[in-house]
């Protein structure tokens, strides 16, 4: 975004604001002429909106990007809310771009701050020469501080002038959505459809308020306070394109699960995981399915087996503590080669920890968290579109390998938006129906091939029919202790895995195909790791990134890649650990024993920043957000951690 403001302070700021019409003070922006409301053409905007969760700012937030991707726009999130359920600071962030938008930006062009606490907790995350509106019923800026532009609009009074005492403040984030519409010359009837059907099906009244309050922030004379209004470049769409969709991950991970034939499930409430559970019992009744809300998490998982056992693939999830209430029963689906999915909504841990914050600390879970020898598969998905083919992916291998695959994802992913690119569902579409034709013979566990179920009530010409438990077993399901079998059986789990691994397509290299620095990344960390790439090649760095989607097994050939670069540097949102690295880099290192590989980590509950990548990977050569490496050298009694945790602490709602 350019400056909106002429800097210079004159006398006719004053005489600008009396020509215009009375209304609630506002506190203008220095202007030395009257605006001139021309448009000027931005292709990107961060905006940042600030307040308390009971503001309703998500919902606002939400908005701007549900109309960006129906703008044919590239959108992206973020958002942080608090733990506790009485609420507290809260943001919200939407980066619009008329082109490709990786990552939600690590500045605010536009800051909207709706308290003090807003004010003081976010303008340093407002860039300079960046907009502060703030709501001049609640926040005093420092006017002192010339970084910024300041515009005061009594937010408040006006959404209560507009919708009359008893509403309150209620309508306030739709007031600010109506000036964030008039001062981007964003599309005023694309916005009115989608808040009415936010609001369909509730009260009339519910929805002519939430207009009213939209119809009052735009028609607020902006030209008292901006000399610029602003306006996206047209993006051109290519003929013949298909039409995009905007969701958050959770949404599309449930909508891919039904894409890929699952129609059964089973689950436990828990933040960030439930918003999957409450899309998938609306619509699997649509399809002939059911998910049912379990007792438990072990009583879900086993349910979800129960389903799978039944010919349906079925589908479980939680985040971290009940993935590990869950461990049991999914050792009992290794042992036995019962497909299923595991969805593991990452939040910050360990125990109860962060329920509302991301982390990527639950892959050694996921790949080891159980008892014996578990084999099993792990995927992540890198962002909201790859929410819905990482599972259908997950699916696939869970069909063709008889066993259970985790998706990992994360509250990042799960609460942010993005746009994408309709699916074409008439090639996805998965008809689950099991074959239930009868079989000469049926022999499940046969140690040279890969075990294949059929459904109960199949026939078996020959009479015998195998049995299925968690007890080690032969070629027909029958329980043994013999030491030779069960060695053989080990194998055979172990060694589907290393068949997938032969057919997992590498991952592309980003940037330099060889050079000094690979950056490696899994899950949600995928946007701002091709952006640090591409910004780091801008200042001349040899560097390029490798996003691994299937991590456990690993795709054969990454040792290849790897002889390429001088220093694999691991980007992962989970701690270093007793040994100093992340949790890929521990196993990165273990299986290819490659002493360059190292990681940059860090676990504060926050997305990453790409500058903030920079400086973790480049110490002292490119200056930090916060102004501190993620991987600042530790002493051996954690002295420096201590003094770090002090001085640096983040307040709670800041991202």
Known sequence: MGDPVNPDVTAMQKSAIADEPASPTATAAPQSERADLRPENIQDAVIRLAGNSQDGIQ?????????????????????????????GPSIFQVRIGSGEVLSAGDEADFLVAFYQHSYQDHLDFLKEGGVLLYDSDNVEPNLDDK????????????????????????????????LITKIFGLDVEKLKRIITEKFAGKDESIVNTALMAFQAGYAYPVGKVLTHQYQFEKFEKKPGARDQITMDGNTALAFGLIA????????????????????????????????????DELGAVSLALGFSFSGYLAVTGSAGPGISLKSEAIGWASMAEMPLIICN?????PSTGLPTNVEQSDLHQAIFGSHGDSPR????????????????????????YSTPVFILSDTSLATRIEAFDEPDLSKLMVDPKPDLSPRQTHVPYKLDQITQHVPPGTRILDGKYPLLSGLEHDEMGHPTGSPKLHMAMTAKRRNKLRKLAEEIPVPEVYGDQEGDTLLVGWGSTYGPIHDAVKMGREHGEKIGALHLRHVHPLPNGLEKIFAGFKRIV????NDQGVYGFGQLATILRAR?????????????????????????????????VRGYSPNRPVSGNGEQDVDLARRESITQGVG
Do not use: H
């Not at 984030?173 to 109506?178: A, D, K, M, R, T």
């Open 377 to 400: 598969v792990v995927l992540a998905a890198a962002t909201v579109e790859d929410c819905f083919y990482i599972a259908i992916e997950a699916a696939r291998i869970a069909r063709k």
């Open 592 to 624: 290819y024993c490659e002493p360059k590989i190292e990681s940059v980590t860090k676990t504060d509950g926050l997305t990453y920043r790409v500058k903030e990548i920079l400086q973790g990977v480049f110490p002292g050569k490119f200056v930090s």
């Open 570 to 573: 691991t980007v992962e949102m």
């Open 59 to 87: 919902t606002a937030g939400a908005f701007l990007a549900r109309l960006a991707g129906r703008s044919d726009q590239d959108v992206m999130t973020y958002m942080t809310i608090p733990a506790t359920i009485s609420g």
């Open 345 to 349: 909504i990452q939040r910050g841990g």
């Open 260 to 295: 890929a034939g699952v129609r059964y499930g089973a689950g436990y409430p828990i933040t960030p995981w439930s918003s999957v559970m409450e899309v998938l019992r609306t619509q699997l009744p649509k399809y002939g399915g059911i998910f049912v809300q379990a007792e």
């Open 147 to 178: 970084r910024f532009v300041y515009v005061g609009v009594p937010i408040t009074g006006l959404t209560v002038e507009a919708l009359g005492g008893t509403a309150k403040d209620k309508g306030k984030n739709i007031f600010v959505l109506g």
